[in-house]
Each structure stands twice: as structure tokens, then as C-alpha cells.
């Protein structure tokens, strides 16, 4: 050892330079590896070259973005009311409330559901966040001439948008439901045990997404890409279902390979700019506390299946319980998969519009 400090110490100060040199180009090309390894893939952006078609209509946003949409419901021009859907976690625009034609035609509802940011034919957003995705739901509104005011539905993970709307933008709202709606466990509002014993029910590999995606949400796309640790069973559809419908909806849906042309869509252009950013999204460091939001001017109701093998009720119940303004309806025996319900679109637009 002091023979190695001895012949450091001695060395020129050209020596010293060049050692200096090549130390320097050895860590940036080790760094340069790192970044290749940790960053995604550029997205394929739809109606650009090299990328997916543009097969459905879309409008322009005030950043340049576009957002691909799916009208439903009667004529706008003759609703009584105007719905904005907001689609889950591996969702796109052709998702909907399933409720019936004649019960939209009976009460006069238009309803428009849109490729969140990044999903399907929508351009992706980089700086996406909860904020934006409020903001994406205004800017269509408006687009399409919904008017000052409307509903808006969110369903699991896409409930994200609707807590984000009654945050920055309650004056636009008529009213709002929500489907299952996924939580964050670091949410303020939380016991921090309960929340802890909710996490702690997940598969190792879900616990790892999700804390991942909150404390190091740049190096998600490699988390969940390398083989050597379990990722999100939720992402390969292997979560444990608990309720008997939502687990033969999964089997049916999968054997005729529905989910997998539903991934295809969702995920066109990257898998990062669609689910991964939407786990960063859902799971990182909100800006507020959806449970100290303050009393929204309009009606807030959120739905919840008892069984549900994603959402944990005693987190919802929690929620609803701290928002004395929500209207909490539990489904007994009931899973995740609330669209599958029979009936219940019908009875959450007939709720809804009071």
C-alpha cells in the first residue's frame, strides 16, 4: 500500500492528467450504460413516422397534444346531460359504463370516454400528473362544446382524473362517480397501520412495483422489464381475484384473447408512456390529499365491491368515511370488475343525475 501512495505521489502532472483521463471515460461509458439500460424506449406516437395510424377522432389540446375520443349516448346537441369517462388501468376509449341504450335514450345522456395520455391513439405527455389529467378532461369538454358544466366518471385507476378535477377544476363539475376506484397507499389521509397492513397483502412483486413507482419512479421501465425479481402481477394479469365473477371474466377474457388485443391497443405506443406512466401517476407523490379536499359544489359518489382483489375496501371505507360529502354505495359479493355488474350502469347514471 505505501508503495502504490509512493508511486502516486510521485507521478507527473501529465501522468496524473492522463489517469485522470481515462478514469473519467471509463464512468461515462459505464453511465452511458446505466441510462441505456434505465431509460424507455422513445414512444411510437401515433400519426407520426414510423408510428401507429390515427383511426379515430381526436382534438388538439393547448399544448400541441391530441387526444383520441369515442362518442356514445344520444346526440350531444340534444343531451340532458353530458358525461366525460375516464378509463382504468389498461382501458382505452371503446371502455364504458355499459349502461343500456334505452336507460341513456330515457334520461337524455351523451357520454364521451378518451384515450387518457399516451394510451391507445392519444399523444403522450411526459410531464403527465394527476393535475393534467384533470385538465385533459376540460380541454375535451371544451373542445366538443360540452359546456360550462359537466359529469365525469372515472373507473379504477382512471378515478384519478375525477379526484384531480374536484381538486382544480370543482367549478366545472356537475357531479361525479367513481368505480372501484384504486388508492394510493401513501395517501396523508391513511392510518398509517392500516395502510401498511393493506400493502403488505399484495404479492412481493406488486409491493415492489408500487414502491418503486412512488420513491424511483425514473427507473420503473427497468424495474419492471428485468427477469432476475417478481414485477406487477397486476401488469401480467396473474393478480389473485377472490371474487368467482371477476376470476371468470379474467379466464374468459383471456382465453379468447380479449385482454391481449386490449393491451396491444392500450399500449401501441410504448408500454411506458400508458401503464408505467400511469403507475407513477397513481402511485407517486400526489400534490394533495384527496381526504382533505374540501365539499365540491356537486354531488361525489364512488362505488365499491366488497370482494375486490385490487382495491382493498377497508382503504375505500376509510376514504368515504373521511369525505363526509361522498355517497359510499358497497356492493356486497362483488369484485373489482363493476362494468360486469348487471344493471349497474343503469343504476349509476340513474344515482348520479339524482
Given at each position: ?40 424506449p ?15 377522432p ?34 382505452s ?23 387518457r ?18 385538465l ?13 358544466k359537466?359529469?365525469v ?142 365539499e ?5 359518489h ?53
Amino acid at each position: 500500500m505505501a508503495e502504490r501512495l509512493l508511486w502516486a505521489s510521485t507521478m507527473s502532472g501529465g501522468e496524473k492528467t492522463r489517469g485522470m483521463g481515462a478514469m473519467g471515460t471509463l464512468v461515462g461509458q459505464l453511465g452511458e450504460l446505466l441510462s441505456r439500460a434505465v431509460m424507455p424506449p422513445p414512444p411510437r406516437v401515433c400519426g407520426a413516422p414510423g408510428g401507429p395510424p390515427v383511426t379515430a377522432p381526436r382534438v388538439r389540446l393547448s399544448d400541441g397534444r391530441h387526444l383520441a375520443y369515442e362518442e356514445s349516448g344520444v346526440p350531444k346537441e340534444a343531451a340532458r346531460y353530458k358525461i366525460v369517462f375516464s378509463h382504468g388501468f389498461t382501458g382505452s376509449r371503446l371502455d364504458s359504463l355499459r349502461a343500456s341504450p334505452e336507460v341513456a335514450e330515457e334520461l337524455g345522456v351523451y357520454m364521451v370516454a378518451f384515450d387518457r395520455a399516451g394510451y391507445g391513439e392519444s399523444d403522450p405527455n411526459p410531464n403527465r400528473t394527476v393535475k393534467s389529467a384533470a385538465l385533459d378532461m376540460a380541454e375535451l369538454a371544451d373542445a366538443l362544446g360540452l359546456g360550462d358544466k359537466f359529469y365525469v366518471v372515472g373507473v379504477s385507476l382512471g378515478s384519478h382524473a375525477v379526484w384531480g378535477a374536484l381538486r382544480y377544476i370543482p367549478e366545472r363539475i356537475a357531479g361525479a362517480a367513481m368505480m372501484a376506484p384504486v388508492v394510493n397507499y401513501w395517501w396523508p389521509g391513511f392510518p398509517a397501520e392500516d395502510a401498511a397492513a393493506a400493502y403488505g397483502r399484495q404479492s412481493y412483486g406488486d409491493q415492489w412495483a408500487l414502491r418503486v413507482s412512488h420513491h424511483a419512479p425514473a427507473i420503473l421501465h427497468w424495474w419492471m422489464d428485468q427477469s432476475w425479481l417478481p414485477t406487477s402481477t397486476v401488469v401480467d394479469n396473474t393478480t389473485f381475484l377472490p371474487n368467482k365473477r371477476d376470476a371468470d371474466i379474467r379466464r374468459t377474457l383471456t382465453a379468447d384473447g380479449t385482454l391481449q388485443k386490449k393491451k396491444e391497443m392500450a399500449t401501441q405506443q410504448g408500454i411506458n408512456e400508458s401503464y408505467y406512466r400511469d403507475m407513477t401517476v397513481m402511485f407517486g407523490k400526489w400534490e394533495f390529499d384527496p381526504m382533505a379536499l374540501p365539499e365540491p359544489p356537486c354531488p361525489v359518489h364512488i362505488w365499491q365491491g366488497d370482494e375486490d382483489g385490487l382495491v382493498p375496501v377497508a382503504l375505500q371505507r376509510h376514504v368515504a368515511g373521511k369525505l363526509g360529502w361522498v355517497s359510499y354505495h358497497e356492493l356486497p359479493g362483488t369484485g373489482h370488475f363493476l362494468s360486469a355488474v348487471p344493471g349497474l350502469g343503469d343504476t349509476v347514471l340513474r344515482t348520479l343525475f339524482g
